[in-house]
């Protein structure tokens, strides 16, 4: 099963040695994930994640109450996953809200191997 489509990929240079590929439209088990990829140098170093999100949602009709709720979800997801252990030998992962962006999100990220 394919899980994307070309049309569903965008590749950002960011132009300081960082490329996003942003990927959505994910079907895994009952729900549709999109994802940013964030590649420094050719490496991957952040995955950043999430679901749960309705064509309706926009910034109109956003409020931090419901972006809180989401990142509950988010953790409690998570948690399920995973357990309540977040960090690694190979890096971390999380569920959080981030009032800078007003976005809910989870996140991978890789320690650096250089």
Do not use: C
Not at 84 to 106: I, V
């Amino acid at each position: 099963m394919a899980y994307f489509r070309q049309d569903e990929v965008n590749v950002k240079d960011i132009g300081n040695g960082y490329f996003h590929y942003f990927i959505r439209n994910v079907p895994i088990e009952t729900e549709h994930f999109s994802f940013v990829l964030i590649f420094y140098r050719g490496q991957l170093d952040t995955i950043l994640f999430g679901f749960d999100y309705s064509p309706d949602d926009t910034w109109e009709n956003w409020s931090e109450e419901k972006e809180l709720r989401r990142a509950e979800k988010y953790n409690k997801w998570l948690t399920r996953q995973i357990g309540t252990a977040r960090n690694f030998w190979w890096g971390s992962a999380w569920a959080d809200f981030d009032a800078k962006s007003g976005w809910s999100g989870l996140g991978l990220r890789f320690k650096n191997h250089e």
